[in-house]
């Protein structure tokens, strides 16, 4: 499977836009880039995902690079309730999520 | 979407016995999967479960020690066999379609051995 970097640890205050990076300078021309975060005490939760072009929904923005080797995912207001572990994952449609170590979000009022 | 019930939701278990997890969909999925995720770790994939079919088990993990049942499209178990302190984890169940790359997860079955 192909492997995705992600720092350890992130900081952020409430209210301000968190950019959460990734690199997967492995990454295949029909894996998806998918983004979960894991609240505690709670299963993964789906966030994102996206293949080639940038993706917006209700939760997040996933910005892609040209070449696929990085993408960052976009909080465009932290707060509180989105400290969390938050994972990039690549994968196919229908196989299963190989976890990573994630980025751990802490978010301060 | 999807909504999984797991159960039970935690359990303390003596070393030497056997647990049984169920995980129950709201809908007909394609695909599930049990994870593990041990104290201040990330998920491990323990296997995929196939309808009608024996599961596939990830390397590390063996049927003896966590069979698995489906016999539908929206039901599974996981039994952790002869437990000891070191099969103390979080479980999960997750599922999702074969054409779709959104995955679901339960809550999770904590289990304490001792």
């Known amino acids: 499977d192909a492997k995705t970097t992600q720092p350890n640890s992130m900081e952020s205050n409430e209210e301000e836009p968190v950019h959460l990076p990734c690199n997967h300078s492995?990454?295949?021309?029909?894996?998806?880039i998918h983004w979960y975060r894991q609240l505690p005490s709670q299963g993964p939760e789906y966030v994102i995902h996206?293949?080639?072009s940038n993706v917006n929904n209700r939760m997040a923005s996933l910005a892609i690079a040209e070449d696929r080797k990085s993408s960052t995912l976009i909080l465009h207001r932290a707060t509180l309730r989105d400290a969390a572990v938050y994972y990039c994952?690549?994968?196919?449609?229908?196989?299963?999520?190989?976890f990573g170590k994630g980025t751990t979000l802490s978010v301060s009022s | 979407s999807a909504v999984i019930s797991q159960k039970p939701s935690r359990d303390i278990c003596q070393r030497g016995t056997s647990l049984t997890i169920q995980c129950q969909v709201d809908s007909q999925v394609t695909m599930m999967f049990w994870y593990r995720q041990q104290p201040g770790q990330s998920l491990t994939l323990i296997a995929t479960a196939n309808q009608g079919s024996e599961a596939t088990y990830e390397s590390g993990f063996v049927i003896d020690k966590f069979p698995i049942s489906r016999p539908n499209l929206t039901f599974s178990t996981l039994t952790v066999s002869n437990m000891s302190p070191e099969d103390s984890s979080i479980y999960l169940c997750?599922?999702?379609?074969?054409?779709?790359?959104?995955?679901?997860f339960g809550q999770g079955t904590r289990l304490t051995v001792v």
């Open positions: 997750s599922v999702g379609r074969a054409m779709n790359t959104e995955a679901f």
């Open positions: 994952i690549l994968s196919q449609a229908g196989t299963a999520l190989i």
């Open positions: 492995t990454i295949s021309g029909t894996d998806y």
């Open positions: 996206g293949l080639t």
